[in-house]
């Protein structure tokens, strides 16, 4: 594409009404008519539309043949796997769906605070949260009780969800001594608690372990996915606070979700045979984005990795993209800076030929980052 092709394409795009044309692309309960609605600042995408972004990472795959098609690779830094299928993800969904909005009582427009680490429960609750228009707010794992107060205080949350705690560069991190001291600080009705370690969670009053939750809840409950309006929020997402206060980012349904489904087609190619890794965080926009929704939207396959990129050793990301046969792959200039440092045999050791397209993400990648990750990842 020339330069010129490429900026006769764009203006295209700076039209409201172009926009309509391609969320006609994706399934709607209601299709939109209006395209962008509302004034400066508040503008309102496709506002006469109704969907579910529940519904369009799983119903929609399951019913378009998907179901047996792997979902994540999930890798734990202990080296545990586990492999989870449109069908699981489905199904596991679907009964937080009814733990959520029956034994909770939760309904459209709540808030819920998400505190969890890279583990394949959290997009099962993201999801399953989704399905029932309850907003949520997730909070990086790596942040203090304090962050994490801050962050259930401004968005009137009423459930925590968390873990007893992660690994991190080869030590366990736990998770509870940062929930006591968010809520020494605030309230919440109900913590729920996910067992990564199976380790250093002291039970209190308010807390309710993930499988008790789940003992009694059908393997086949389904909840209809509600029908919410484009402008429903479906998520708040915080800055990282070291400018001032963190401030609350509110996330529509439907232009997040057109755009998602854009960027994945156009900027990622994505096809049905790619095996795609982000190497983001959920607590992140882009793990948000790039992990959760836009993988899913498109029925893609996708690896999620519990660790860093240079533990236990730096050669560990290039193993991962090995084992998988990954063929798209995404990550940010900072990390491919601390992989530079390292001798090229950690990338040259391992089988790169899967690879298609490489991605960078974040910031504006450094001519010396790009040219390694050109010439040494390929």
């Not at 509600?226 to 529509?252: A, C, M, N, Q, R």
């Not at 990622?268 to 992140?284: H, K, L, P, Q, S």
């Amino acid at each position: 594409v020339s330069p010129e092709d490429y900026l006769k394409e764009h203006e295209k795009t700076l039209s409201p009404d172009f926009w309509l044309k391609v969320a006609e692309e994706i399934e709607w309960f209601k299709k939109p008519t209006k395209s962008l609605g509302g004034e400066h600042p508040f503008y309102r995408w496709f506002e006469d539309g109704t969907l579910n972004m529940s519904y369009l990472c799983l119903d929609r795959n399951i019913k378009g043949g998907r179901k047996n098609k792997v979902a994540f690779f999930w890798l734990g830094e202990d080296g545990k796997e586990r492999v989870l299928t449109y069908d699981r993800m489905y199904r596991e969904v679907n009964r937080w769906a009814y733990v959520f909005k029956e034994k909770l009582g939760l309904k459209k427009g709540d808030r819920v605070a998400i505190y969890l680490p890279m583990i394949p429960e959290l997009p099962i609750v993201m999801l399953a949260l989704a399905r029932i228009g309850v907003i949520f707010t997730v909070v990086f794992s790596g942040f203090s009780g304090s962050a994490l107060a801050q962050r259930i205080e401004d968005s009137s949350a009423k459930i925590l969800i968390t873990a007893d705690g992660y690994y991190r560069r080869g030590k366990k991190i736990y998770l509870q001594p940062n929930v006591r001291e968010a809520l020494s600080k605030v309230s919440v009705d109900r913590v729920i608690v996910f067992r990564r370690l199976d380790e250093g969670w002291e039970k209190e009053e308010r807390d309710l372990f993930a499988e008790e939750l789940l003992s009694d809840v059908p393997k086949n409950s389904f909840v209809e996915p509600l029908e919410v309006e484009s402008s429903h929020p479906l998520f708040i997402l915080y800055t990282s606070g070291t400018t001032g206060k963190p401030k609350g980012i509110v996330h529509d349904t439907g232009g997040y979700a057109v755009i998602l489904y854009a960027t994945m087609k156009w900027v990622f190619d994505i096809r049905d045979d790619d095996v795609y890794w982000c190497t983001a965080d959920i607590g992140w926009i882009t793990g948000h984005s790039y992990i959760v929704f836009g993988p899913l939207m498109m029925g893609a396959t996708s690896v999620m990795y519990e660790g860093v990129p240079n533990w236990p050793d730096p050669g560990v990301w290039w193993r991962i993209v090995e084992r998988y046969n990954v063929s798209i792959f995404y990550t940010s200039p900072t990390a491919i800076r601390l992989l530079m440092r390292y001798p090229d045999d950690f990338v040259k050791n391992y089988d790169l030929s899967s690879l298609r397209i490489l991605h960078s993400v974040g910031e504006p990648i450094n001519p010396e980052a790009w040219e390694w990750y050109f010439r040494v990842v390929g």
